[in-house]
């Protein structure tokens, strides 16, 4: 017999980067929020990548199970003024991650600091690791 230690969280997360892997590749597209996300004992962590980008444009919103974070980066140049190289991504961005429903949805908050939007969704009371108490019963003493 095999046992082994399964964490659902874990496997989303690597479920969402490797889809989200893929559907950058076949669309060729660099345009994703790359994101790192964390499981402590009562919380789940988020960190997206927004450099550059004004925190009025962010919007974080929960739909039945799916957290969507979006933002926009816009650069307007003066009639002046010619691009010679353009390597930054601007417009729309947009990311969804499906969240566990041993995630608390109605308590998520975030925050954005030096380019980065930390989003924490704290764990259900029911989820987090508990001890179990053993009862002692009454020992009996086998007769051969």
Known sequence: MLLTSIDPFVQEFERQFDRLTRQAAA???????????IRRAGDVVLRFDLPGIDPDSIEVTVD????????RREEEFGQDERVFVRERVMGAFTRRVYLSEHLDSDRIDAEYANGVLT?????MEKAKPRKVEISRGD???INA
Request: glycine content about 14%; charged content about 15%.
């Open 119 to 123: 989003v924490h969704i704290p764990v």
């Open 27 to 37: 669309e060729g597209a660099g345009a994703i929020m790359p994101m790192d996300g």
């Open 139 to 141: 020992s009996k003493a």
């Open 64 to 71: 039945r199970g799916v957290l969507s974070v979006s933002a």
